[in-house]
């Protein structure tokens, strides 16, 4: 849903935080009833047997025509839109280019890819410039059997329907714009929509269309030499003259575009909301986009790409679909982790040269994003501020860049005065850009209380992996827009802009004592069951002798498991530092720069609030122990933490990724699922059931049974709260599901102390944890890093001395 | 000499030495055996001994090889031996010699030389070419009816829901539960081995089981052998006079007509047509993969049609029925178009294979063998990681071990069930004990009974004194 609206409202929504969740309801409503009308599933015809086969098939599709030439053509089209593409043909390379256009890759893998058309696929496409004709015309051109039938209409249907009619916000007044008059007048027929009209003769506007081609992204080959050259400026008539324009617009209808026209008329921008629904309702849906060169209102940003900055082809190929027509245009850009979606974003703010907000989800990720503006953009350092629970600073002049998270922006509740301050600085402002970085991660509900307070002319999400198990991702194109662009995993790997991944899936034995235990505890997903499959003495140990097979490499390796009180256990008993929700913000940085300067340091272990945002070059080997279920998003995101390694240009080198996986538990069919996405991505995963020489170490853990019984008597007297997964504050990964699931009251179980807080009194460490041993010694850390940070201190000092 | 021709190496190697020696009376039946049955060195052998007047030494024979072949050599000599090729022999002085089997060298030397009776590789009709059946349909036709088989075998197992088009007759049905493919209406283990081959050697062994089975039906072996190691010598599109033949070489023209070995015209016609798959019976090319593939338009039998991913999507390009039968079995299908069918390798169509008794193995050699010419740029032609899942998830099924035996309990003493469990586990029949319970099992009850035999028997003895 196009998420301008509501700007004079956003005001009010954020003094109260109840109303949304009562809106949100029939908002969800009409997601699903809008997504039911445009799929294919309701257009289907019953199905007709041919011959005794027929029943084994889902789609049996034996009976349609196959061309006399088939073999030289290379896709199949299935009658729910699914496209099969065979990758050893000749006409491989232009038809991928053309399905990425108009379909959702599904798997591509190597031999065979699958697409499917779905209708925000189509109307992506209509919006990039596809029209319905060209689109039916290529698919039977690469199809090898005559097209069918309800595949065509359905194509028909859903380009009619999309991207027929835009929303243009020029000079901040909304604008409805369509090249087809007829449909704007039976918009204009709308009881809801005339009642919006800005101007209540309810004539049209029309003027020349804009030239495509005419934007320049920065960073590009053509852009890097010359000077941006001067847009043309467009004819931007105001409706002064209705009659004569009308008369045109007759004219116009007799001869037949001659000169490209569009049309137009103009809504009162409260309105917006009101009429995009009803757009919707009548099934033409608008396109959000935004005239920035014509935008004379907001003040311009002096930002452009450093020289050294080269934006990657497929970068290129992507921003080119979110500027063609030299306007921007809302939608979401899907990068693998590691393929540069920070340097997409920071073009595509360099291509908009307007106040440009950007929304992370963590704090340590806003820091990385303004590090990375100053990086490869000219940008006045002063221009760019941080607004994070940490630092609340806002920029001085009338453009620049704000940087900030989703949770500082969503959380309702009292403010302290500062972060208020800040947050009033935002909803007063017009953005030209909002950029949305890990866009999957946002649940509608808190993603449109955020866009509505801040009154932005284009969206842009990034993401790696736009999928949730909770099928909301499709809110999305609502939200934000469609899917612009969906990078290929294996060709960006091949081409090294990725690293080269291994990936294998360890079984690991569980120890019997520990699986009697599993056996006995009730309740499939119980904490505890998960804890004694995450602390299976076999899996310990595979994850210690993996650890030490890839120090020998020279690797350095991330653990990642989502348990914390798994987490605590391993790195101490293995003597590694720790990342997890409760660490605190200055120790994060400390154990990360170690981590990444400190060769004495080659592990580290994250808690998910590793999965996201987090740049480690360094890293080169991943192993999870554990994980949230079947999420294949996850799964994906931790991928992406090794894609960007440093050496991936090396010779022959590969990153590695594990999956350790205590066998016969739920463990082993979450593996599976949460591998999905990766797999049809062209990963392979390897089963590893034995670990070659892991039989003659005499120096792990865990090989006697007293020691391993040892263990098992821990984890069962860990409490519940230990046991379950970690709820990070601050980041938003759990405000979203965990909030609304049960409205009752909930009941732990727990001693007097510690209601009291007096088990929290006496504080005695045996298990040091190496955190404290890196922030303890100085001699670890070195020199840049306390530059870093006195840098850091004394520019606080200099701004509060400045103000 | 391929892997085909071993079932029916292995049943000629059964047979008694009478049958041997009738059955090289024929030399189209001795040309065969020699040609396809015999590895090459035995061959070389053979043909040394063919026109040699006397036995020959064995002492000279030692002395063609090399030392470090004598186990080469030895492996021919026992085939030989075990097929009543050749003689040994011991003179006086005591030295050994080996001399071919006369009317088995007598008859090949007829085959190689023509001389002799020709009756014993069939007899061409005299009609005129244009009279005859084409090569296409003779192809066509056996295809047709050897697939029929393979589906009614197939077919009803997948669901297919008028499993196969035409039905067989009840003298093959009958075969193929003699042979032990189906048993109530279900395929079995040796069943899924069975179509899961090649052509080639899915027609030897119902061809042996068919042998087998002769006796009961009081048909001739020798005749039966005799009959198919001529068909193997025969030209394809020639058709050939049933007037040589015998009783029961008549009564076989139906029953290889129903297979789509042979074609008759009708069932009184004087003439019958080898097919392909007679043909190359006792030749190593493959029989119905070459030529009747692309004589039938792309058929499904062609080689190399099936691309799989590491995703475990599987692409089969085939239209034919029996194949997406085949492929069914192990696969979730999901989509067909008029020439491919797609589907997906999942947890659970494997185990469903691995539950009808298919296994792993014999599903990855299936894939394999039929890979796209695509997957075949790779080595190996398989994503390792597929080969392995499918194998792990066989394993997976595969924890439980079964043992067949008998449960004891009820010792009436502690000391009574520590004796008899020392006596299970001394004759090595103890499989499991748990002394709380004072119980044992044994998987031979004999043994333990044996046991308490003697004692109850000592008990009465003294009981008596």
């Given at each position: 849903?196009?998420?301008?609206?509501?700007?004079?409202?956003?005001?009010?929504?954020?003094?109260?935080?109840?109303?949304?969740?009562?809106?949100?309801?029939?908002?969800?409503?009409?997601?699903?009833?809008?997504?039911?009308?445009?799929?294919?599933?309701?257009?289907?015809?019953?199905?007709?047997?041919?011959?005794?086969?027929?029943?084994?098939?889902?789609?049996?599709?034996?009976?349609?025509?196959?061309?006399?030439?088939?073999?030289?053509?290379?896709?199949?089209?299935?009658?729910?839109?699914?496209?099969?593409?065979?990758?050893?043909?000749?006409?491989?390379?232009?038809?991928?280019?053309?399905?990425?256009?108009?379909?959702?890759?599904?798997?591509?893998?190597?031999?065979?890819?699958?697409?499917?058309?779905?209708?925000?696929?189509?109307?992506?496409?209509?919006?990039?410039?596809?029209?319905?004709?060209?689109?039916?015309?290529?698919?039977?051109?690469?199809?090898?059997?005559?097209?069918?039938?309800?595949?065509?209409?359905?194509?028909?249907?859903?380009?009619?329907?999309?991207?027929?009619?835009?929303?243009?916000?020029?000079?901040?007044?909304?604008?409805?714009?369509?090249?087809?008059?007829?449909?704007?007048?039976?918009?204009?027929?709308?009881?809801?929509?005339?009642?919006?009209?800005?101007?209540?003769?309810?004539?049209?506007?029309?003027?020349?269309?804009?030239?495509?081609?005419?934007?320049?992204?920065?960073?590009?080959?053509?852009?890097?030499?010359?000077?941006?050259?001067?847009?043309?400026?467009?004819?931007?008539?105001?409706?002064?003259?209705?009659?004569?324009?009308?008369?045109?617009?007759?004219?116009?209808?007799?001869?037949?575009?001659?000169?490209?026209?569009?049309?137009?008329?103009?809504?009162?921008?409260?309105?917006?909301?009101?009429?995009?629904?009803?757009?919707?309702?009548?099934?033409?849906?608008?396109?959000?986009?935004?005239?920035?060169?014509?935008?004379?209102?907001?003040?311009?940003?002096?930002?452009?790409?450093?020289?050294?900055?080269?934006?990657?082809?497929?970068?290129?190929?992507?921003?080119?679909?979110?500027?063609?027509?030299?306007?921007?245009?809302?939608?979401?850009?899907?990068?693998?982790?590691?393929?540069?979606?920070?340097?997409?974003?920071?073009?595509?703010?360099?291509?908009?040269?307007?106040?440009?907000?950007?929304?992370?989800?963590?704090?340590?990720?806003?820091?990385?994003?303004?590090?990375?503006?100053?990086?490869?953009?000219?940008?006045?350092?002063?221009?760019?501020?941080?607004?994070?629970?940490?630092?609340?600073?806002?920029?001085?002049?009338?453009?620049?860049?704000?940087?900030?998270?989703?949770?500082?922006?969503?959380?309702?509740?009292?403010?302290?005065?500062?972060?208020?301050?800040?947050?009033?600085?935002?909803?007063?402002?017009?953005?030209?850009?909002?950029?949305?970085?890990?866009?999957?991660?946002?649940?509608?509900?808190?993603?449109?209380?955020?866009?509505?307070?801040?009154?932005?002319?284009?969206?842009?999400?990034?993401?790696?992996?736009?999928?949730?198990?909770?099928?909301?991702?499709?809110?999305?194109?609502?939200?934000?827009?469609?899917?612009?662009?969906?990078?290929?995993?294996?060709?960006?790997?091949?081409?090294?802009?990725?690293?080269?991944?291994?990936?294998?899936?360890?079984?690991?034995?569980?120890?019997?004592?520990?699986?009697?235990?599993?056996?006995?505890?009730?309740?499939?997903?119980?904490?505890?069951?998960?804890?004694?499959?995450?602390?299976?003495?076999?899996?310990?140990?595979?994850?210690?002798?993996?650890?030490?097979?890839?120090?020998?490499?020279?690797?350095?390796?991330?653990?990642?498991?989502?348990?914390?009180?798994?987490?605590?256990?391993?790195?101490?008993?293995?003597?590694?530092?720790?990342?997890?929700?409760?660490?605190?913000?200055?120790?994060?940085?400390?154990?990360?720069?170690?981590?990444?300067?400190?060769?004495?340091?080659?592990?580290?272990?994250?808690?998910?609030?590793?999965?996201?945002?987090?740049?480690?070059?360094?890293?080169?080997?991943?192993?999870?122990?554990?994980?949230?279920?079947?999420?294949?998003?996850?799964?994906?995101?931790?991928?992406?933490?090794?894609?960007?390694?440093?050496?991936?240009?090396?010779?022959?080198?590969?990153?590695?990724?594990?999956?350790?996986?205590?066998?016969?538990?739920?463990?082993?069919?979450?593996?599976?699922?949460?591998?999905?996405?990766?797999?049809?991505?062209?990963?392979?995963?390897?089963?590893?059931?034995?670990?070659?020489?892991?039989?003659?170490?005499?120096?792990?853990?865990?090989?006697?049974?007293?020691?391993?019984?040892?263990?098992?008597?821990?984890?069962?007297?860990?409490?519940?709260?230990?046991?379950?997964?970690?709820?990070?504050?601050?980041?938003?990964?759990?405000?979203?599901?965990?909030?609304?699931?049960?409205?009752?009251?909930?009941?732990?179980?727990?001693?007097?102390?510690?209601?009291?807080?007096?088990?929290?009194?006496?504080?005695?460490?045996?298990?040091?944890?190496?955190?404290?041993?890196?922030?303890?010694?100085?001699?670890?850390?070195?020199?840049?890093?306390?530059?870093?940070?006195?840098?850091?201190?004394?520019?606080?000092?200099?701004?509060?001395?400045?103000? | 000499?391929?892997?085909?021709?071993?079932?029916?190496?292995?049943?000629?190697?059964?047979?008694?030495?009478?049958?041997?020696?009738?059955?090289?009376?024929?030399?189209?039946?001795?040309?065969?055996?020699?040609?396809?049955?015999?590895?090459?060195?035995?061959?070389?052998?053979?043909?040394?001994?063919?026109?040699?007047?006397?036995?020959?030494?064995?002492?000279?024979?030692d002395a063609w090889f090399r030392t470090d072949s004598t186990q080469t050599k030895r492996g021919a000599m026992f085939i030989l031996e075990k097929l009543h090729i050749t003689v040994q022999k011991q003179d006086d002085a005591r030295t050994l010699s080996y001399e071919l089997y006369p009317s088995f060298a007598s008859s090949l030397r007829q085959a190689l030389e023509g001389s002799g009776s020709h009756r014993s590789f069939g007899v061409p009709s005299h009609k005129s070419e244009d009279k005859r059946v084409s090569?296409?349909?003779?192809?066509?036709?056996?295809?047709?009816?050897?697939?029929?088989?393979?589906?009614?075998?197939?077919?009803?197992?997948?669901?297919f829901r008028n499993a196969g088009g035409q039905d067989i007759g009840t003298g093959t049905k009958n075969l193929l539960q003699m042979a032990g493919f189906f048993h109530h209406g279900m395929i079995t283990r040796e069943g899924f081995t069975f179509v899961l081959r090649d052509t080639n050697a899915q027609v030897w062994s119902l061809l042996v089981a068919y042998l087998r089975n002769a006796p009961q039906l009081s048909m001739s072996e020798t005749d039966i052998l005799n009959f198919l190691f001529m068909l193997g010598?025969?030209?394809?599109?020639?058709?050939?006079?049933?007037?040589?033949?015998?009783?029961?070489?008549?009564?076989?023209?139906?029953?290889?007509?129903?297979?789509?070995?042979?074609?008759?015209?009708?069932?009184?016609?004087?003439?019958?047509?080898?097919?392909?798959?007679?043909?190359?019976?006792?030749?190593?090319?493959?029989?119905?993969?070459?030529?009747?593939?692309?004589?039938?338009?792309?058929?499904?039998?062609?080689?190399?049609?099936?691309?799989?991913?590491?995703?475990?999507?599987?692409?089969?390009?085939?239209?034919?029925?029996?194949?997406?039968?085949?492929?069914?079995?192990?696969?979730?299908?999901?989509?067909?178009?008029?020439?491919?069918?797609?589907?997906?390798?999942?947890?659970?169509?494997?185990?469903?294979?691995?539950?009808?008794?298919?296994?792993?193995?014999?599903?990855?050699?299936?894939?394999?063998?039929?890979?796209?010419?695509?997957?075949?740029?790779?080595?190996?032609?398989?994503?390792?990681?597929?080969?392995?899942?499918?194998?792990?998830?066989?394993?997976?099924?595969?924890?439980?071990?079964?043992?067949?035996?008998?449960?004891?309990?009820?010792?009436?003493?502690?000391?009574?069930?520590?004796?008899?469990?020392?006596?299970?586990?001394?004759?090595?029949?103890?499989?499991?004990?748990?002394?709380?319970?004072?119980?044992?099992?044994?998987?031979?009850?004999?043994?333990?009974?044996?046991?308490?035999?003697?004692?109850?028997?000592?008990?009465?003895?003294?009981?008596?004194?």
């Open positions: 849903m196009p998420p301008k609206k509501r700007k004079a409202e956003a005001a009010e929504a954020e003094v109260d935080g109840q109303e949304w969740s009562g809106g949100e309801l029939s908002d969800a409503d009409t997601f699903k009833r809008l997504e039911n009308k445009f799929s294919l599933v309701g257009h289907q015809k019953p199905r007709h047997q041919t011959d005794g086969a027929s029943g084994l098939f889902q789609n049996d599709q034996a009976s349609q025509p196959l061309k006399p030439d088939h073999a030289s053509r290379p896709m199949w089209v299935v009658e729910d839109g699914k496209i099969i593409l065979e990758s050893f043909s000749p006409l491989f390379p232009e038809a991928q280019d053309f399905l990425i256009n108009i379909a959702e890759p599904i798997s591509r893998v190597s031999r065979m890819h699958e697409y499917t058309l779905t209708a925000h696929s189509l109307f992506a496409a209509v919006s990039v410039g596809h029209t319905p004709d060209e689109i039916i015309n290529r698919l039977e051109k690469y199809s090898k059997a005559v097209l069918n039938s309800t595949v065509v209409s359905f194509i028909k249907k859903s380009s009619a329907a999309y991207g027929k009619a835009k929303i243009v916000l020029k000079k901040t007044l909304s604008y409805i714009e369509s090249d087809d008059p007829a449909l704007l007048r039976q918009l204009l027929q709308d009881p809801v929509i005339s009642q919006s009209l800005a101007d209540s003769s309810a004539t049209l506007i029309t003027e020349a269309a804009p030239k495509f081609g005419q934007m320049m992204i920065p960073g590009t080959k053509m852009a890097a030499g010359a000077n941006q050259i001067a847009q043309p400026e467009l004819a931007a008539e105001e409706p002064e003259e209705p009659n004569k324009i009308i008369a045109a617009l007759r004219e116009d209808d007799e001869e037949e575009e001659e000169e490209a026209k569009v049309h137009s008329f103009q809504i009162r921008s409260e309105t917006r909301e009101a009429v995009i629904k009803q757009c919707w309702e009548i099934g033409y849906p608008l396109t959000q986009e935004y005239d920035f060169n014509n935008d004379q209102v907001n003040a311009n940003l002096n930002i452009d790409l450093k020289p050294h900055a080269q934006i990657r082809y497929y970068q290129e190929k992507a921003l080119s679909k979110m500027f063609s027509n030299s306007r921007a245009r809302s939608g979401v850009i899907v990068l693998p982790c590691g393929a540069g979606k920070t340097l997409v974003g920071i073009t595509a703010a360099c291509g908009v040269k307007k106040s440009c907000i950007v929304l992370c989800n963590s704090t340590m990720s806003a820091i990385q994003w303004r590090t990375e503006f100053l990086n490869w953009s000219n940008i006045n350092p002063d221009d760019i501020a941080v607004l994070t629970s940490m630092e609340k600073n806002v920029f001085p002049k009338s453009a620049g860049v704000l940087v900030t998270t989703y949770h500082m922006l969503a959380a309702s509740g009292k403010r302290a005065h500062d972060t208020a301050a800040a947050l009033k600085f935002i909803q007063e402002r017009e953005w030209g850009l909002l950029i949305a970085d890990e866009v999957h991660i946002i649940p509608a509900a808190m993603f449109k209380k955020v866009t509505y307070s801040v009154a932005s002319h284009c969206k842009l999400g990034l993401t790696a992996t736009l999928l949730r198990e909770d099928d909301k991702i499709g809110t999305l194109n609502f939200l934000v827009g469609p899917k612009l662009y969906e990078a290929n995993w294996q060709e960006l790997s091949q081409q090294g802009h990725i690293a080269k991944v291994q990936c294998a899936e360890v079984w690991c034995r569980m120890a019997p004592e520990f699986y009697r235990e599993w056996l006995n505890t009730t309740g499939s997903n119980s904490p505890k069951k998960q804890l004694l499959a995450v602390l299976n003495p076999y899996k310990f140990q595979a994850c210690q002798f993996l650890i030490d097979y890839h120090h020998k490499r020279g690797d350095k390796t991330i653990v990642f498991s989502d348990n914390v009180y798994a987490l605590t256990k391993y790195s101490i008993k293995l003597g590694c530092p720790q990342i997890h929700g409760g660490t605190s913000q200055h120790e994060r940085q400390l154990v990360l720069e170690n981590f990444r300067n400190n060769p004495a340091i080659h592990t580290i272990f994250l808690s998910k609030i590793g999965d996201t945002s987090l740049d480690l070059p360094e890293a080169t080997c991943l192993i999870q122990i554990s994980s949230h279920y079947g999420s294949r998003r996850q799964e994906a995101q931790r991928l992406g933490r090794i894609l960007r390694a440093k050496r991936r240009n090396d010779e022959g080198f590969n990153a590695f990724f594990y999956s350790l996986v205590s066998k016969d538990t739920d463990e082993m069919t979450y593996a599976a699922r949460r591998q999905s996405f990766l797999v049809d991505q062209g990963y392979a995963f390897k089963i590893i059931t034995r670990l070659e020489g892991i039989e003659d170490r005499t120096d792990l853990f865990f090989r006697t049974l007293t020691d391993r019984k040892e263990l098992l008597t821990e984890v069962c007297l860990a409490k519940e709260s230990d046991a379950a997964e970690e709820h990070i504050a601050g980041d938003t990964f759990s405000m979203n599901l965990n909030k609304r699931k049960k409205g009752g009251a909930r009941r732990t179980a727990g001693t007097l102390a510690d209601l009291s807080g007096g088990a929290g009194m006496s504080y005695i460490e045996y298990n040091k944890t190496k955190n404290k041993e890196l922030s303890k010694s100085k001699g670890v850390k070195n020199n840049f890093i306390r530059k870093l940070n006195s840098s850091h201190t004394n520019a606080k000092k200099r701004k509060a001395a400045g103000q | 000499m391929s892997a085909s021709s071993f079932q029916a190496l292995d049943y000629l190697e059964q047979l008694p030495v009478q049958t041997h020696r009738k059955l090289y009376e024929q030399p189209s039946t001795v040309l065969a055996i020699f040609r396809c049955m015999l590895p090459h060195l035995a061959k070389s052998i053979v043909m040394a001994l063919l026109y040699m007047p006397a036995p020959f030494p064995a002492a000279d024979l090569v296409e349909f003779l192809d066509s036709y056996s295809q047709r009816q050897w697939e029929n088989i393979l589906f009614y075998l197939v077919g009803g197992t997948v669901g010598s025969l030209e394809l599109g020639q058709d050939y006079s049933t007037a040589t033949l015998s009783a029961t070489q008549l009564q076989m023209l139906e029953d290889l007509a129903e297979f789509g070995i042979i074609y008759r015209s009708h069932k009184a016609a004087s003439t019958f047509y080898p097919t392909r798959l007679a043909v190359t019976l006792t030749s190593d090319a493959g029989a119905l993969s070459q030529g009747a593939g692309s004589a039938t338009g792309g058929g499904s039998t062609q080689k190399g049609f099936i691309i799989i991913e590491t995703n475990y999507r599987l692409y089969a390009y085939t239209n034919s029925l029996l194949q997406i039968a085949i492929l069914s079995l192990f696969t979730h299908m999901r989509t067909r178009f008029p020439n491919l069918v797609t589907g997906k390798i999942t947890r659970r169509s494997i185990g469903r294979a691995i539950s009808y008794g298919i296994t792993s193995a014999q599903i990855i050699e299936y894939l394999d063998t039929h890979a796209h010419p695509q997957m075949q740029k790779t080595k190996p032609f398989l994503p390792p990681t597929v080969m392995d899942q499918i194998r792990l998830w066989e394993y997976e099924r595969e924890r439980m071990e079964t043992t067949q035996g008998y449960l004891m309990r009820e010792f009436p003493s502690e000391m009574m069930y520590k004796e008899y469990v020392q006596y299970a586990k001394d004759n090595g029949v103890l499989v499991w004990q748990n002394d709380k319970l004072r119980m044992f099992f044994v998987d031979s009850f004999e043994v333990v009974m044996a046991k308490v035999k003697r004692d109850k028997e000592r008990t009465q003895a003294r009981t008596m004194r």
